[in-house]
Antibody
Framework: QVQLQESGPGLVKPSETLSLTCTVSGGSITSAYWSWIRQPPGKGLEWIGYVYYSGSTNYNPSLKSRVTLSVDTSKNQFSLRLSSVTAADTAVYYC?????????????WGQGTTVTVSS | DIQMTQSPSSVSASVGERVTITCRASHDISSWLAWYQQKPGKAPKLLIYAASSLQSGVPSRFSGSGSGTDFTLTISSLQPEDFATYYCQQANSFPWTFGQGTKVEIK
């Protein structure tokens, strides 16, 4: 079955760019849409955006000016870049398979990776 | 953005009890609603999609209902492994938005 694994630095300095990668195993990245979601400590879930294998994207307007999602089909990976980070971007970041084409929800999630923004 | 409001924010219940969580959308979202369960330190897990469809592998004690703006997640007989936080999420229009969560605690 499809599994997802996030990877990337756990500590990012303020004003720098956060970069994370999600590796898809057990299935093809061309089979679905792929979303990123984050969760600040002790708080709820915030959808960041999705990327499709074709490269099409949709971003949360609250982050749109700072977010870039991309996909590498040759590696079965997709990535998140968030620029000009502040302490407010400290969160657990999750990648997920988004069955938005069939309205079937986000059915596979990575375990999450904690990113702290601090100097 | 569509705002999702859950109630209650927390509920205390005993094993075997029936638990109901409500989610209200600020606009009509038809049946484009999902429910997730999250345990501490873990990723959310999809329970229900399209308001009432049970995700494969999820116990039948979980059920969802509703359409338009008002939705309900019901746990018919609470089990020890069900103590967690539950989130609703609308999938009608971007950006996807979540409710603030309902924590189900042991009474």
């Amino acid at each position: 079955q499809v599994q997802l694994q996030e990877s990337g630095p756990g500590l990012v300095k303020p004003s720098e760019t956060l970069s994370l990668t999600c590796t898809v195993s057990g299935g093809s990245i061309t089979s679905a849409y792929w979303s990123w979601i984050r969760q600040p400590p002790g708080k709820g879930l915030e959808w960041i955006g999705y990327v499709y294998y074709s490269g099409s994207t949709n971003y949360n307007p609250s982050l749109k000016s700072r977010v870039t999602l991309s996909v590498d089909t040759s590696k079965n990976q997709f990535s998140l870049r968030l620029s000009s980070v502040t302490a407010a971007d400290t969160a657990v970041y999750y990648c997920a398979r988004d069955r938005l084409d069939s309205a079937s929800g986000m059915d596979v999630w990575g375990q999450g990776t904690t990113v702290t923004v601090s100097s | 953005d569509i705002q999702m409001t859950q109630s209650p924010s927390s509920v205390s219940a005993s094993v075997g009890e029936r638990v109901t969580i409500t989610c209200r959308a600020s606009h009509d979202i038809s049946s484009w609603l999902a429910w997730y369960q999250q345990k501490p330190g873990k990723a959310p897990k999809l329970l229900i999609y399209a308001a009432s469809s049970l995700q494969s592998g999820v116990p039948s004690r979980f059920s969802g209902s509703g359409s338009g703006t008002d939705f309900t997640l019901t746990i018919s007989s609470l089990q020890p492994e069900d103590f967690a936080t539950y989130y609703c999420q609308q999938a009608n229009s971007f950006p996807w938005t979540f409710g603030q969560g309902t924590k189900v605690e042991i009474k």
